[in-house]
């Protein structure tokens, strides 16, 4: 599976991979550690994407990450793909991600440390 379609689109199975970036680095600003994958506790369990408009080759992309509602054991967060230049939304995600214990296969309720964290930002 090639990046780019033949009109030189960005592919949106690679435009996940935009989000799941965001994500990354999302959490390790507002935990301000590396993430270790391994141990980590958050899973995406849902996401929803809506494709606006093509993502070029040569766009410049930020992807912006925000939670939009914290619940017991897990939130929505809302992430877009713009124009770094114009503002434009090429692409917007929402998803609901779960802290998740993988020793029992179940998810837990959320640290209050880490849901103050995730309020401050």
């Not at 999302?26 to 506790?41: G, P, R, S």
């Not at 809506?50 to 992430?79: A, T, W, Y």
């Amino acid at each position: 599976m090639s990046d780019l379609d033949p009109y030189n689109h960005v592919n949106n199975g690679a435009q996940c991979n935009y989000f799941d970036m965001g994500r990354s680095r999302y959490f390790e600003h507002v935990f301000q550690a590396k993430i270790d994958w391994l141990t980590f506790k958050y899973v995406l369990v849902h996401v929803d994407l809506d494709f606006r408009h093509p993502v070029l080759f040569h766009d410049p992309i930020v992807c912006e990450s925000r939670v939009l509602e914290i619940g017991n054991s897990s939130f929505k967060m809302e992430q877009c793909l713009k124009d770094a230049e114009t503002g434009e939304v090429k692409t917007l995600c929402h998803a609901v991600v779960v802290y998740f214990n993988r020793e029992t296969n179940k998810s837990e309720r959320i640290p209050d440390a880490d849901r103050e964290k995730m309020m401050q930002d």
